[in-house]
């Protein structure tokens, strides 16, 4: 089976960092990706890490560790605007596959 | 503007109708992905077409078909609605295998 577990929600300050952690269970692996959802739009690609290691991109970096199946997103210099819903996708078996979705992390960014 | 067009963005239908969603994938995407979001869900996965075929199938009710045209729009049929249908319904296509899904803004389908 497949199942992604992350924190339902965090708080956060404008201007400080948070770290949105993401553990996963799936028969197989080809890419965890991260994606931001504001309220009532679409998702919106963030992240793809298929190998250990950071990815750094602007104020987000991702985190892989394939072997303890979990990851992190990491957003520095919080500003209100990121202030959504944060996915964790992963990539099972098959090329083409569904991805798997967890359940979203809800972020509130505070002044 | 993501490439990915969805129409209609807002249906509200009484019990017991029928509706058809409609995607367009990006251009050049030949896999197209249908997620159900109900409020405060996580994306639920329905259906994915390749290049007209079914590749895989999730939860999807027996009341809910989809299919994908020659032209690589698709269509997600849902019938027999009911209240809990009510939800946000995304189309999503892809190519690039390195990043992911790009999705469309959504249909909203309100069920009275």
């Known amino acids: 089976g497949q199942n992604i577990d992350q924190p339902t929600e965090m708080t956060a300050t404008e201007g400080a960092i948070v770290q949105i952690n993401c553990t996963y269970q799936?028969?197989?692996?080809?890419?965890l990706f991260w994606y931001q959802q504001h309220a009532g739009e679409a998702p919106t690609f963030l992240s793809y890490?298929?190998?250990?290691g950071l990815e750094e991109k602007g104020r987000f970096s991702s985190f892989l560790s394939r072997s303890k199946g979990y990851s992190y997103l990491l957003l520095k210099e919080l500003q209100m605007k990121d202030s959504a819903s944060y996915l964790c996708?992963?990539?099972?078996?098959?090329?083409?596959?569904?991805?798997?979705f967890g359940p979203g992390t809800r972020l509130s960014v505070l002044p | 503007d993501s490439g990915v067009t969805q129409t209609p963005k807002h249906l509200i239908t009484a019990t017991g109708q029928r509706v058809t969603l409609r995607c367009s994938p990006r251009?050049?995407?030949?896999?197209v992905y249908w997620y159900q979001q109900s409020l405060d869900q996580g994306l639920q996965f329905l259906i994915h077409?390749?290049?007209?075929?079914?590749?895989a199938k999730g939860n999807i009710l027996e009341r809910f078909s989809a299919q994908q045209f020659p032209d690589l729009h698709s269509e997600l049929n849902l019938s027999s609605l009911e209240l809990g249908d009510s939800a946000l319904y995304f189309c999503?296509?892809?190519?690039?295998?390195?990043?992911?899904?790009?999705f469309g803004s959504g249909t909203r389908l309100t069920v009275v």
């Open positions: 999503a296509s892809s190519s690039d295998l390195n990043y992911g899904y790009t």
């Open positions: 799936t028969s197989g692996f080809n890419g």
């Open positions: 890490n298929v190998l250990d």
């Open positions: 077409y390749y290049n007209g075929e079914e590749r």
């Open positions: 996708a992963v990539r099972g078996d098959n090329y083409g596959q569904n991805f798997v």
């Open positions: 251009s050049g995407d030949l896999s």
